[in-house]
């Protein structure tokens, strides 16, 4: 099973923790930008299998009430797949989001938040000289936290727990149909936020 590693995360909130003033609250407002964005760097290996993948997903929001931000998003993933006497596998994932959200407190340190959203999907596989491509799109229903560790920046998590797709692969007349509900640890995704002032 993929085990994601968010390590800007975690090194920026060693920074901000340092540089923290004392009296550091944090939150948001109605006007407020923010951008944020994750990296994903996922290794696993079975005897001579190698399987490798690389996300980044940036984003930015704004504040249209002092409740709900709306955003939009970029998600680039990259997979490889290695074994001996198999010819090897790449793909390559390219996702366009709009995402709304609701805080609870936004303007307190500690907040709360429920995320709508919405994706257009496009995969391209590539197997020898055998290519692919799929497009689709994707809706999914998160919850998250966010905690500011200092006047701008902020950490945050959602957990995927409801989400939909249909993808269609170029030429075919069917399409794939997913749906998942449930609280997965593997659709965690931890994030940095940096808000303008």
Known sequence: ?????????????????????????????????????????????????KENTL??????????????????GLGLSSSTFEEPGVVD????????EAAGRYYVTPSSQFSLFGQLSVA??????????????TDGFGLGIAPGVSY?????????????????????????SDSTNSFDLGLNFTNVNLGLVYKFN
């Not at 257009?120 to 491509?133: D, K, M, P, R, T």
């Open 55 to 72: 996300e980044f997903a940036p984003s930015v929001g704004y504040f249209v009430s002092d409740n709900i931000a709306i955003g939009l």
């Open 120 to 133: 257009y999907l496009s995969v391209e596989n590539e197997q020898g000289a055998f290519e692919s491509n």
């Open 1 to 49: 099973m993929k085990k994601m590693i968010f390590v800007a995360a975690f090194a920026v909130f060693g920074m901000g923790m340092s540089n923290a003033q004392e009296e550091n609250t944090g939150g948001y407002s109605q006007g407020d930008l923010f951008v944020t964005g994750s990296i994903g760097i996922s290794t696993e290996s079975t005897g001579d299998r």
């Open 89 to 96: 596998f790449e793909s390559t994932t390219i996702a366009i």
């Open 148 to 172: 500011f560790i200092s006047n701008n920046f902020a950490l945050e998590a959602t957990v995927g727990i409801l989400s939909y797709s249909s993808v269609e692969l170029d030429g075919a």
